[in-house]
């Protein structure tokens, strides 16, 4: 499990599509698992945390220090 660097969500708060890449790869794994415990489906669950993750980076620049 990636831990997730607080500078990283700053970085792609700020536009840094690099760092923002990072904060996926650090918490797809860990999404994804919930989300199919909690709805019993891989492939929707794939699905829902993709959108996950869009939403995230439209919001992230409402992140604050």
Known sequence: MD???????AAAAAGDEVAF???V???QGRIWRYLVQM???RALA????QEV???MHR?????HD
């Open 3 to 9: 831990p997730i660097d607080p500078a990283d969500v």
């Open 21 to 23: 890449e990072r904060l």
């Open 25 to 27: 790869r650090a918490l």
């Open 39 to 41: 709805i019993g489906d």
């Open 46 to 49: 794939e699905d829902i945390a």
């Open 53 to 55: 993750f869009i939403r």
């Open 59 to 63: 919001k992230l620049h409402t992140v």
